[in-house]
């Protein structure tokens, strides 16, 4: 268990300080963190506060789902938000466009190598992949389609709220799935959140088909997702 605590909290604090070295790259962000930027051109709020509210938002969206979360799950809504505002206190601005696209890529590395900590430790899904296991089960439609609306949607809510849409958004899309699926071997020997998961899975059905977190699992989740 302590393993499995170490795992969740680092993977945790990096997925945190890898969307703030995403945001100091100004060249796009992920979909949520387009919301998430959206949303702070709008209200007084730190980036960070906006992302621990919106996973807060979205784990009342759970209660209709019959969703419960994890330990893990809790100290994703949490943990995430405190660092993404210490790396944006910790980050300089860059101006040079070398530096930025530089700093864009190392962001995606690190958040999949965070990616793979954090379900590794197989303590509870981050909130947004519950909403979308939780849907796909309530609804019986495909991961894909559940996936694809909801990203869109919140990257278009963004966009419209000014978010930071581009080439790092573009890349993140494209790159973080194969990323991850790279990455798995690294744990799965050590952590058991990859236990399930069938070598022909997306890295993203690999988070729905994590074992359930020990007591504190979310309700016989039987669906594979798909960032």
């Given amino acids: ?7 969740l ?6 997925y945190g300080f ?6 100091r790259a100004a060249v796009g962000l992920d979909p949520w963190d387009v919301f998430h930027q959206g949303v702070t051109e709008h209200v007084p709020m730190s980036f960070g506060t906006v992302t621990i509210v919106t996973g807060a938002v979205v784990l009342l969206a759970w209660i209709p789902l019959r969703q419960r979360p994890g330990f893990g799950t809790l100290s994703n809504v949490v943990l995430v938000g405190v660092s993404v505002d210490m790396g944006l206190w910790l980050l300089p601005e860059w101006e040079s466009l070398p530096v930025r696209l530089s700093a864009m890529m190392l962001a995606v590395v690190l958040n999949a190598l965070a990616s793979v900590l954090y379900i590794g430790a197989g303590l509870g899904p981050e909130p947004r992949d519950g909403l ?27 966009w419209l709220l000014g978010g930071g849409v581009g080439l790092g958004t573009v890349v993140y899309a494209v790159a973080i799935g194969p990323l991850i699926q790279a990455m798995i071997p690294l744990v799965s020997g050590w952590l058991p959140g990859f236990a399930a998961t069938a ?9 729905a088909a994590a074992p359930e977190p020990e007591g504190l699992g979310y309700d016989d989740a039987a669906v594979r997702p798909g960032p």
């Fill in 132 to 158: 979308m296991t939780g849907l796909v089960r309530r609804t019986g439609l495909s991961v894909r389609l559940v996936r694809t609306t909801i990203e869109v949607t919140v990257l278009a809510t963004g």
């Fill in 1 to 7: 268990m302590i393993r499995r605590l170490v795992a």
């Fill in 18 to 23: 890898s969307m703030a070295v995403m945001i």
């Fill in 199 to 207: 070598p022909e899975r997306s890295p993203a059905e690999a988070r």
């Fill in 9 to 14: 909290f680092a993977g945790l604090w990096l």
